[in-house]
Structures are given as C-alpha cells and as structure tokens.
C-alpha cells in the first residue's frame, strides 16, 4: 500500500497563503548566492546557503493536494510515518502550542506502545532527496504524536472531530 493508494478521510497542507514565504525564501536565496558570485562578497554566500536551506525543508508546504494526514478503516495515516493502527490508539486528544504570543493548535495522538509495534505500513523510510524536508508530525516520546493543525486545508476543530469519531467507530 502506497501513500497514493489511501482513502478515507484526508487532509492536506493549507493551499491559500502558506506557499508566499517559501517562494520568498528561495528568490532571496538565489539573490544572496547571485549577488556572492557576482560581486564576489563571499559572506553573502552562507545567507544564501542558509535561506536555500530552510527553503528546502518547506518544500511540502508547496505540494498542496498531496494527502498529508488521514483516517480511514485501518487507522490513523501519516506522511512520512505510516498508518497506526486503531487498536494501539489510546486517545485523540486536543493541545495547544503558545508560540511568539500566537496560540497553535495541535492533535496529540497517544498510543498503547511504542510506535514501532502500532504501525501496520512502515513509511519511515523516505527517499534521500526528501530526508531533511518537513513532516506533517513529530514525536515528543515514543507513545505519543504530535500534529500541528493550523497548517492543514481543514479547520482544527473539524479535523479533530473527525478522527475521534472515526476511532470511536472503527474500534468497535
């Protein structure tokens, strides 16, 4: 089963005002080593460097139909981490991430066991070229998934409700 294979409820990168600071980022990226090249600064050549750096690592926020979150019968998918199984979900919960005074949603996922045993379909294994990009999660521990909301094309309190519902029917 591959990512492009998966039904059920999904969820992908927001697809209105996310993009801007990437292609921002890249055209002062190809500025900056431009103008090292050019005028021969050589200090410009790392902010270059570094803005095409964090640039790369955003690149997912620019592939806005991919699916990047969902559920569905087998439980919960995740690009980049696979589908966890609803059987090793404990509870969905609702966080939130006070972040520079703004208030971020966020989906915690708590499991049963360690991660390694709740996967059904590994995806851990990415492409090289893809390593170091962004992933829609992150693992504070082993038992618990974090997932940032207000990225996503879907109102957070939308998206939660509809992976709790989904576990609570799907784990009859």
Known sequence: MSNEDYSGYIVAYEQEEIQFPVYVLFVIALAFIAAAVVM???????????????AYYNYPLLETGR????AGQYGIFLEGLGIIAWGAVEGIEEGYEN?????????LIKLRQPVE??????WRERPIW????RLP????DKETVR???DILDRPS?????????MMTFYRR
């Open 117 to 122: 045993r709740a996967l059904i379909a590994d």
């Open 99 to 107: 972040t520079r005074g703004v208030e971020h949603s966020i989906m």
């Open 40 to 54: 021969q600064m050589p200090i410009l050549m790392p902010l270059g460097l570094l803005a095409l750096g964090f």
């Open 137 to 140: 999660w992150t693992m504070p």
């Open 147 to 149: 997932v940032p909301l």
């Open 157 to 165: 309190g939308d998206i939660l409700k509809s992976f709790v519902r």
């Open 67 to 70: 699916p990047r979150i969902g």
């Open 130 to 133: 893809r390593f170091m990009m």
